[in-house]
C-alpha cells in the first residue's frame, strides 16, 4: 500500500511543528524520516496515526484521499503504528492488550481473547518474537513490549507500518534483529515508515529517505549517501563526524564506589551492588540500554537519591546519600539527564543559571546580595568560551534551544573547580553540532587531568569517547571492559549476557 501526504501543517501555538510536508511512502517500501530531535518526525506521525489532526494537508492511501479521525480510523484503512513511548496498558496481559481499545477492525472485527492468543502466537512464530501471550506487559523488557506493539499493528493487518524511533529502546542486536524483521515484512509487501535520527540505521535498512529539519522537508537521499552527507541535511551545514581523541595519561583514582544500592520508595532495588573507580584523565563510560539503573546510580552520586546504601569517596572525601551540596563543593560537577527539570530554571536568565551553585561564594557575593556586575561580565566570558546562541546572558533560559541549554549547564559545572564531571545523557537530544561541541569538551576535560564518568545509551558515543567502558543491566555493572571491546560483545553485555561468567550450559 503506498500512503501520501501533501501539505501537512500543524502548529502549537506560534511553533509550526509541521511545516508544509509532502511525503510519498511507495508500495512495500521502508522509507525512513531522518531528523533531529524536535524536527517534528512524531507530530507528522500522530497525525497519520489520528492522534492529532493537522491544521491543512491531506492524507491519502493508494491514491485514496483519507479522512482520520482517530487510531481506529487509521486501523482501519490498514495504518499500524508503533510509538515512541508505548501505549500498552502494564497491568493487562499481551493478548488484552491487543484485544483492547480497537474495537473497528477490517479483519478481525470484535477480536476475542481466544483468536487473540492465536493470532499472538502466529504472528510470533512467523517473526521469531517469542512472546507469551498470557504474560502480564509490565513484566517484559521493554525489547519485548515493543515486539507487542509490533504484533498488535500486524494482527491488525497493517500495510503501513510506522515505528517512532523504535531502536531507542534495544540493545543492537535487538536492533539488527529489528531491522531484519522490518526487511522480512517489506519483502511481503509492508511498506515502512522508520522514523529515527541514526545514520548507520539509516544506511542499513532504509530504501528511501526524507529528511525534515525544523518542520520541513529539508531533502530526500538514498541509503547509498554517505552518514557526513546525511547528517548535514539534517543539520544545514557541513558536519564533521569523526572525534579525535589522543591516549589518555591516568593519574590516581578520584570517585571510588562501593557496593552501592539504590531503592526506590517501595523497597525495589534499582542498583544491586555497584563498585568500581574513575581515575584522573579516564573517561568511564557506562552503557547500558536505557532503564537499567543507569539514571538512578548517576543521582545516588549527586545526592540526589535517598535510598541508597554503600560508600562513596570522592578524593578522599566521604560523601552521604542525600548530600548534594557535599558532594559539589567536594568537586563534582553533574550534567543531568533531563535540563528542564534538573539542570536549569527556565525563569531565571542565562547569567543567573550560570552560578547557581555559587551565588554565595565570592566573587558573585557581597555580603548577602549578588554583584550583578561581576556575574554579567563572567557570564559574558562563559557565554562566548561555550559557544551559547543567545541574543542576551539577560535572556531566560526557557528562550534557549535543547543544545543551548546543555552548553549552559556544561559552562557553569565546567567553571568550578572540580575533580570529577558525571553527565548523565550530555548529548540527547541535542543536535549534531552541539554533540561535537559537548564531546570536544568532554575530551578536554579528561585531557587537564579531570576524571570523568559519562552515562551513555548511543553505543556510538561511547565508544568515541570511552577509555574503559562498564556496562549495566538490570541495576549491575555486568563487566567493566578496555575500550576496543567489539560492538558485538558489548551487544551481548547490555543484554546481560557475560559469557566469561556463563556456566557451562
Ligand atoms: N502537544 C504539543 N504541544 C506543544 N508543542 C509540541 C507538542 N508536541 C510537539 N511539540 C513541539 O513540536 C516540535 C516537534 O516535536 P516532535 O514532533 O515531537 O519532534 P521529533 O519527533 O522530531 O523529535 C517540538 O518543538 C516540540 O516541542
Ligand atoms: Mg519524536
Do not use: C, W
Not at 89 to 111: M, Q
Not at 116 to 132: G, M, P, T, Y
Not at 220 to 246: D, F, N, Y
Amino acid at each position: 500500500m503506498s500512503l501520501e501526504l501533501k501539505g501537512i501543517t500543524k502548529s502549537f501555538g506560534s511553533l509550526v511543528a509541521n511545516d508544509g510536508i509532502d511525503l510519498a511512502v511507495g508500495d512495500g517500501e521502508i522509507h525512513a524520516i531522518l531528523g533531529e530531535n524536535g524536527a517534528g518526525k512524531s507530530t507528522l506521525m500522530n497525525i497519520v496515526y489520528g492522534l492529532l489532526s493537522p491544521d491543512s494537508g491531506t492524507i491519502s492511501v493508494d491514491g485514496k484521499l483519507l479522512e482520520i479521525k482517530s487510531p481506529s480510523d487509521a486501523l482501519a484503512a490498514g495504518i499500524g503504528m508503533v510509538h515512541q513511548h508505548f501505549m500498552l496498558v502494564p497491568v493487562f496481559t499481551v493478548a488484552e492488550n491487543i484485544v483492547l481499545g480497537h474495537e473497528k477492525s477490517n479483519r478481525l472485527g470484535l477480536l476475542e481473547l481466544e483468536t487473540a492468543r492465536i493470532e499472538i502466537e502466529r504472528v510470533s512464530k512467523e517473526f521469531n518474537f517469542d512472546v507469551d501471550p498470557d504474560a502480564i506487559v509490565e513484566t517484559l523488557p521493554v525489547g519485548i513490549q515493543q515486539r507487542v506493539e509490533i504484533i498488535r499493528a500486524l494482527i491488525y493487518d497493517a500495510k503501513v507500518l510506522i515505528l517512532d524511533e523504535p531502536t531507542a529502546v534495544l540493545t543492537p542486536q535487538e536492533t539488527d534483529e529489528l531491522l531484519r524483521n522490518m526487511k522480512k515484512l517489506r519483502d511481503k509487501g509492508t511498506s515502512i515508515v522508520f522514523i529515527t535520527h541514526k545514520l548507520r540505521e539509516v544506511q542499513e535498512a532504509a530504501d528511501k529517505i526524507t529528511v525534515i529539519r525544523r518542520g520541513k522537508v529539508v531533502g530526500t537521499a538514498l541509503p547509498t549517501a554517505t552518514q557526513e552527507e546525511l547528517a548535514s541535511l539534517m543539520v544545514g551545514r557541513p558536519i564533521s563526524l569523526e572525534v579525535e581523541k589522543g591516549p589518555a595519561k591516568f593519574g590516581a583514582p578520584i570517585l571510588k564506589v562501593s557496593k552501592l544500592n539504590v531503592f526506590d520508595t517501595t523497597g525495589r532495588r534499582l542498583v544491586k551492588d555497584v563498585s568500581f573507580e574513575v581515575k584522573a584523565g579516564e573517561i568511564l563510560a557506562v552503557a547500558g540500554v536505557q532503564g537499567n539503573g543507569q539514571s538512578e546510580l548517576a543521582e545516588a552520586l549527586i545526592g540526589l537519591q535517598h535510598h541508597v546504601t554503600g560508600e562513596i569517596f570522592l578524593d578522599g572525601t566521604h560523601i552521604k546519600p542525600g548530600g548534594v551540596r557535599e558532594a559539589l563543593r567536594a568537586g563534582m560537577a553533574f550534567v543531568p539527564e533531563s535540563r528542564e527539570l534538573d539542570g536549569l530554571i527556565a525563569s531565571f536568565t542565562i547569567a543567573e543559571n550560570l552560578i547557581l551553585d555559587l551565588h554565595d561564594l565570592p566573587p558573585f557575593a557581597k555580603g548577602i546580595s549578588l554583584d550583578p556586575k561581576i556575574v554579567a561580565d563572567q557570564a559574558e566570558i562563559r557565554v562566548k568560551e561555550f559557544d551559547v546562541r543567545a541574543q542576551s546572558v539577560q535572556d531566560h533560559a526557557s528562550s534557549l534551544s535543547g543544545g543551548n541549554k546543555q552548553k549552559v549547564v556544561l559552562a557553569r559545572e565546567l567553571s568550578r573547580p572540580v575533580k570529577i564531571l558525571v553527565a548523565s545523557q550530555p548529548t540527547r537530544g541535542l543536535d549534531v553540532g552541539s554533540i561535537e561541541f559537548v564531546h570536544e569538551r568532554i575530551i578536554a576535560e579528561r585531557d587537564s587531568g579531570r576524571a570523568v564518568l559519562l552515562f551513555s545509551t548511543e553505543l556510538d558515543e561511547v565508544v568515541s569517547l570511552a577509555d574503559r567502558i562498564a556496562v549495566m543491566f538490570s541495576g549491575e555493572i555486568i563487566a567493566i571492559v578496555p575500550a576496543d571491546t567489539s560492538r558485538e560483545k558489548l551487544g551481548l553485555l547490555m543484554a546481560g549476557i557475560n559469557n566469561e561468567n556463563a556456566k557451562s550450559a
